[in-house]
């Protein structure tokens, strides 16, 4: 009767553990993809370097790295547990180059560091942007755009970088 005893209470203890193990893997989903130590991260944060030497007043901007955000349930579809993108940007003015010195001076460096350009309208009447793009390990595709100023009202660049890890994508709390 003992040796029945210590199976039941075996039993019972192996079950409360898969149980509680199952709620927890319930509660926390597995975190595939992402940017494990920010390897993706630091990679694209160098393509700010192939911003010319002749540059001045250079501003970084945004500096997102990916992050997993748990999302908020309550607001449906909207908002879901996932990785965020990862986005970086600077700013600075050049007067010493002409804008295809620049975006020139911008691509070779850039190439140097594996991106591929391919130039794309990104709104209508501005013509093509410069754009590079790299594919980071194989995963998804990083964007590079190198705006220059409109002459009229801006008056320095704007590059932006934006990467979506692989896994699930979240979105954030609206």
Partial sequence: MKGRRAVVLAG???LVVVAVGGVVIWQHPARTGGDP???IYG???????????TATDVR???????DWTTGCPEFGAASRPGWTRVNLSATFADTDMTTSQVINDVD???????WTRHDEATSPGRGPSPHWTLRPHGGRVANLFLFPPDGSIETDWFMGVSWQPSGPIGTECP
């Avoid at 070779?108 to 594996?114: D, E, M």
């Fill in 37 to 39: 130590g920010n390897a």
């Fill in 12 to 14: 019972v203890v192996v």
């Fill in 60 to 66: 970084m901007g945004a500096t997102q790295r990916a």
């Fill in 108 to 114: 070779g460096a850039l190439t140097n560091q594996g």
């Fill in 43 to 53: 990679r694209l944060h160098l393509a700010t370097q192939a911003i010319p030497t």
